[in-house]
């Protein structure tokens, strides 16, 4: 029941405390414009290329969206808390760690799932891709996952956070690895092997493949397989990323950094 | 000419709150007050937090519009003439931030002596001098993340000195500092007065007023409540005497019954680590000792004497209004 | 002539802050080429290397408007988180010429990106840039900087009375790549859409680098480059003065 409450309550309030995210004057740039100007982008460079469809670029670049706040979320959850030299106060609480982590993961889940769809819907209207009603149940799920996977890669990010100070940075270039590797814009097939084979290790790449084919008119049954991948992948690096943050919270209790702002 | 002029110079602001349906509330900082600060004098704006001394000085140094009244550096009008008046004026304030921290000192006095237009010609020779004077010779190289925060102060005087304003403005210079660097700076101040320099100084402490003025303005709630020498201020209470008392812990009502004891003309409290000291003001030759301690009833008292007032209790009776 | 002394010692100065700075400075190099990357993979599967070198000049681009962009309109946030808005206000100095260097030296900066770009396409894309008029390519991208640093100056100056500016400010990154056709040709867009790219002087910027490299005549955009940067800082300096005005009236310059 406790850890519950830490779960609930403490997720919400250090989510707001923290960055304040839900004023609209970042949501909207942030959550709205940036991810709807991304879809439009690689779009028309599709477009001038020749390579894919405007679904592919849709797809890919609404559901990269997902992963954007789970990273710059969990992240800015440590860093600003050492910011704001709360971290301390925080890690000698006798809280349970994972349920202590893992709620402040729960809105930052759902702000990556309703950008997401936002993304879709509205990127969807203005270039005119058609996806199917049927496929929406079953895009929803998938979008959920992948916000659940990339929190668990936001995760290693914020157990980074114990060490580096810059976590906006860091989440800064996972996201940009995320565009280049997870097949976002660019098939996988049209990346070198060992890129690809890199790409199939990390959160988003099944995510985004399973939802281009529901898109596409293929039935959940279909993409099981890779919903399935991306959720087995999600859950490793959940457990990695809180491995990480209890080995960087011992060691840097060591060390003593742990207050240095 | 005075130097410094304000005319029922007045200031307010608004605050807004809530998103959807916005309250506004207006907040009287300054309520038109007038004061005058004669050339070569150092004066000093004495008040408690939240009295206005701030909002005055950002108003005459040209960072606040007034909402109504005048103000004149040297005879330019602090809203119409701008510009002169920055020319004229030196504004030095508190705190540790204001300073490009990534640079060092001399970096950050060779970018304001270029906003100020000092002529290189000019700079090579003032720079050097004014390090010298702040005392921050030898350190201006490293990059002023580095320095305490009495070197950051100095750094900020430095820089309100670098186009050799005639009128200087310095807003609670020496908070937060400690006893040896506080008085270091004051013996600073000090000199900027002896150069012929008008200074205007705002501060919470009273012996710093009393060691620095020429003349103090008391600023209390956004009015001027007494205006006059260091002296003058204190024959307002030469006629009482002031009696101190610890005490362990103040029981509920005690104050009260304090102050509604015949012949006490004023009350204040403060709050040490374990004790509250009362400061009791009476007319002389009133002997009340015993009948206050009668107040306090049973609670432990330590130390109790009667003295002279001081600058303070002229302050304190002054804020308080008694 | 002071007034160009001021610009010249403020760019310095700021020149020599970022240059402290290493950390940020790392990510606004790696974050264009991460996007540049992208580019260069789509842009590769036409086997055209003129496409190739289109699109590793406009992605090279990219940096000068990201670390522009972002940094510009959080500029003033900068200055008052600093503390330090109050002391330049109340400095004589006109305050157009005080942000000028600021957002001056944030295009300037870009250059490296710029450069880092092109030899990421260099190296690991085998996109070979050969210039065709090396002179004018020399005149076309400082005078991109300058027209990309005066558009901040704008910016900076528009979105002053916002707390959050900054997040407006990375999300005009995309909208600017899109219009200004750093990786598209404008000719793909609704036809409402030209006038917006013609206002904005990076559209003619990148045009200019272009056909200085490409071949053709990069004269009439740097033109077109340099009266729209002298627009925008005319326009920018009217409005200093309203904010300035405005911000000493609201009491707005000392907040966070």
């Known amino acids: 029941m406790t850890s519950l409450r830490i779960f609930f309550v403490g997720g919400l309030t250090s989510y707001r405390a923290l960055f304040n995210w839900l004023t609209p004057w970042i949501l909207i740039p942030s959550f709205l414009i940036a991810p709807l100007f991304q879809i439009l982008l690689f779009a028309y460079i599709g477009r001038t290329t020749h390579l894919e469809s405007d679904r592919f670029y849709v797809i890919g670049n609404a559901l990269q969206y997902a992963a954007v706040p789970c990273l710059f979320a969990m992240g800015n959850t440590i860093g600003g808390e050492r910011f704001q030299h709360t971290l301390p106060l925080v890690l000698t609480t006798p809280a349970g760690r994972l349920p202590l982590f893992i709620g402040r993961s729960v809105p930052v889940i759902a702000n990556g799932f309703v950008v997401s769809g936002f993304a879709l819907v509205t990127g969807s209207a203005l270039l005119g891709v058609h996806v199917p009603i049927s496929a929406v149940a079953p895009l929803v799920l998938v979008a959920a996952v992948t916000a659940f996977s990339c929190t668990g890669l936001g995760l290693c990010n914020a157990a980074l956070g114990l060490r580096v100070r810059e976590t906006a940075v860091t989440s800064n270039i996972l996201f940009g690895f995320l565009l280049v590797f997870c097949g976002v814009n660019v098939p996988l097939s049209s990346l070198p092997a060992w890129m690809s084979t890199i790409a199939e290790g990390l959160p988003l790449t099944h995510g985004i493949a399973a939802a281009r084919q529901l898109a596409g008119g293929a039935g959940l049954g279909k993409v099981a397989g890779l919903v399935g991948a991306e959720l087995l992948i999600g859950c490793i690096y959940v457990v990695g990323g809180y491995a990480l943050l209890r080995l960087m919270e011992i060691e840097s209790r060591r060390r003593g950094t742990l207050e240095i702002a | 000419m005075a130097a410094i002029e304000a005319e029922k110079l007045r200031r307010t602001y608004r605050q807004t709150s809530g998103f959807v349906r916005r309250r506004t509330k207006t907040i009287e900082a300054v309520r038109g007050i007038d004061f005058e600060v004669n050339e070569g004098e150092l004066f000093g704006l004495l008040g408690p937090n939240g009295a206005g001394k701030t909002t005055t000085i950002k108003m005459l140094v040209t960072l606040l519009i007034p909402t109504s009244g005048a103000a004149r550096v040297l005879g330019h009008d602090v809203v119409h003439s701008a510009r002169t008046v920055r020319r004229n004026i030196g504004y030095v304030f508190g705190g540790d931030r204001g300073a490009y921290e990534r640079l060092s000192g001399l970096d950050n006095l060779r970018y304001f002596s270029e906003l100020y237009g000092v002529p290189p010609k000019v700079q090579k020779r003032r720079i050097p001098e004014l390090l010298e004077l702040v005392g921050l010779m030898g350190r201006e190289k490293e990059r002023v993340e580095g320095y305490s925060r009495g070197m950051k102060q100095r750094l900020h005087i430095a820089r309100g000195l670098l186009h050799d304003p005639p009128v200087v403005v310095l807003d609670e210079p020496t908070i937060g500092l400690d006893p040896v660097g506080a008085r270091e700076l004051r013996n600073t101040i000090a000199e900027l007065a002896q150069a012929g320099k008008t200074v205007l100084l705002t501060t919470h402490y009273m012996y710093e007023a009393d060691a620095l003025c020429d003349r103090i303005a008391v600023i209390a709630e956004g009015e001027i409540v007494a205006e006059g020498t260091p002296t003058a201020l204190k024959s307002v209470v030469a006629d009482r005497t002031v009696v101190e008392i610890e005490a362990y812990g103040l029981p509920a009502g005690a104050l009260e019954r304090v102050r509604a004891s015949p012949g006490v003309t004023s009350v204040s409290v403060e709050e040490r680590e374990h004790v509250q000291l009362l400061l009791v003001q009476a007319p002389k030759g009133l002997e009340l000792t015993q009948q206050l301690l009668g107040c306090l009833g049973d609670v432990r008292v330590g130390r109790v004497a009667a003295r002279e007032p001081t600058l303070e209790d002229a302050y304190v009776s002054l804020v308080t209004g008694s | ?256």
């Open chain 3, 1 to 256: 002539m002071k007034a160009l002394r001021l610009v010249a010692i403020g760019w310095l100065f700021q020149m020599k802050m970022l240059s402290r700075s290493s950390f940020d400075g790392l990510l606004g190099i790696l974050w264009p080429l991460f996007f540049a990357t992208t580019a260069f993979f789509m842009f590769r599967t036409s086997h055209d290397s003129r496409a190739l070198l289109y699109a590793a000049l406009g992605s090279s681009v990219m940096g000068i408007w990201s670390s522009t962009s972002v940094a510009a309109s959080s500029a003033l946030q900068r200055e008052r988180w600093y503390g330090t808005l109050e002391a330049i206000v109340g400095t004589p100095a006109h305050f157009s010429l005080v942000l000028i260097p600021i957002t001056l030296a944030m295009s300037t900066v870009g250059i490296y990106s710029m450069a880092a770009t092109l030899l990421w396409g260099r190296f690991l894309f085998g996109i070979g840039v050969h210039i065709v008029h090396p002179l004018l390519f020399v005149i076309a991208v400082p005078t991109t900087v300058l027209a990309i640093g005066l558009l901040g100056f704008l910016l900076s100056v528009t979105v002053v009375r916002y707390r959050t500016a900054w997040a407006l400010g990375n999300a005009l990154e995309y909208p600017v790549w899109l219009v200004c056709g750093f990786l598209v040709p404008l000719s793909l867009f609704p036809d409402w859409v030209r006038p917006i790219s013609w206002a904005l002087a990076p559209t003619w910027g990148v045009r200019a680098i272009r056909q200085a490299a490409l071949g053709g005549a990069p004269l009439w955009p740097v033109a077109a480059c340099i009266g729209l940067a002298a627009l925008y800082g005319i326009a920018g300096t009217l409005l200093v003065d309203t904010v300035l005005r405005s911000a000493r009236r609201t009491a707005t310059l000392s907040l966070t």
